[in-house]
């Protein structure tokens, strides 16, 4: 069975820089969509970015694109978030999903999701 954990999250100042790492244990994941969610307190569950490896496309959340990067080695057991110039509105609990088959922004769209990891950005 497929299980992701996040790791990487951290307090940093507005402008710094994190980088969230998946881990991908189980079955591996090289056709199927992933992608990264955030869920601020108070706040519905929402898309950040995420990727269908197999068409090769990625897609991000208009809040952060060009700020955020979605990427994953190439033993497929890890993908990554590059998190550049944070935003104290970036707080958030940080959360990896994928799908077994090609996937878009919406969170019913993925069945396996991590624990998450909590980003903090101090203005």
């Known amino acids: 069975q497929v299980q992701l954990v996040e790791s990487g999250g951290g307090l940093v100042e507005a402008g710094g820089s994190l980088r969230l790492a998946c881990a991908v244990s189980?079955?591996?994941?090289?056709?199927?969509?992933m992608a990264w969610f955030r869920q601020g307190p108070g706040k519905e569950r929402e898309f950040v970015a995420g990727?269908?490896?197999?068409?090769?496309?990625?897609k991000y959340a208009d809040s952060v694109e060009g700020r955020f990067s979605i990427s994953r080695d190439y033993v497929e057991s890890e993908f990554y978030l590059q998190m550049d110039d944070l935003k104290p509105e970036d707080t958030a609990m940080y959360l990896c999903?994928?799908?077994?088959?090609?996937?878009?922004?919406?969170?019913?769209?993925?069945?396996?999701w991590g624990q998450g990891t909590q980003v903090t950005v101090s203005s």
């Open positions: 990727a269908n490896w197999a068409g090769g496309n990625t």
């Open positions: 999903a994928a799908s077994t088959v090609w996937a878009g922004t919406a969170v019913s769209e993925y069945t396996i």
């Open positions: 189980g079955r591996g994941l090289s056709n199927h969509a």
